[in-house]
C-alpha cells in the first residue's frame, strides 16, 4: 500500500514523502495515529506534487545541515558544574544543557537531536553527538569541569 507520510517516522520515512509499506502496518498503526495517508489514484497528484516540493526542500536543507555540522564538529565545549568530593556530578548533564550550550554559539537544535553515547556524570571530556539528519552526524568534545 502506497502512504503519504504526515509526520518523520524513524526508519520509515520523512515527513511529505510517498512510501510503499504493509496494510496492516498502515491500517493499524500509521492512519489510527494520524501519520500517514492512503494515495489513490484520485489523490496520487496532489500528493506526488508535495513530495517533489520536499525533495528541493530537502536538498536545501541538507547543504545547510553539512554546513551546520562542519561548525559543530569543530566545537570543544567548557561546562562547569558543581561536584561531590569524588568528582561526581550531583545530576547528569540533561540535553537541554547542551541545547543551551550550544545556543551560546548561536546553534539552534532541539533537545531530540542531543545523542549521549553514555550519560555523562562525572568530570573529564566525552564525545556528543549531534543528529542533524540521518547522514549528517556530527560530534563535538565537551570538557566537564569542576
Not at 554546513?67 to 559543530?72: A, E, K, P, T
Request: glycine share 4%; no cysteine; proline share 2%.
Amino acid at each position: 500500500m502506497k502512504v503519504f507520510l504526515l509526520q518523520n517516522i524513524e526508519k520509515v520515512g520523512l515527513k511529505n514523502e510517498i512510501i510503499k509499506v504493509s496494510d496492516g502496518y498502515a491500517k493499524n498503526f500509521l492512519f489510527p495515529k494520524k501519520l500517514g495517508v492512503e494515495v489513490t489514484p484520485a489523490n496520487e497528484k496532489l500528493y506526488i506534487g508535495k513530495a517533489r516540493q520536499v525533495e528541493n526542500r530537502a536538498e536545501i536543507i541538507e547543504s545547510t545541515s553539512s554546513l551546520l555540522g562542519d561548525q559543530i564538529s569543530q566545537l570543544s565545549l567548557k561546562l562547569k558544574k558543581k561536584m561531590h568530593d569524588d568528582d561526581k556530578l550531583y545530576a547528569a548533564i540533561s540535553q537541554n544543557e547542551i541545547v543551551d550550550l550550544l545556543k551560546e554559539h548561536k546553534i539552534t537544535i532541539s533537545k531530540s537531536q542531543v545523542i549521549f553515547d553514555k550519560s555523562i556524570k562525572g568530570k573529564g571530556t566525552f564525545e556528543v553527538t549531534i543528529k542533524l539528519s540521518s547522514k549528517i552526524q556530527p560530534k563535538f568534545k565537551l570538557q566537564v569541569i569542576a
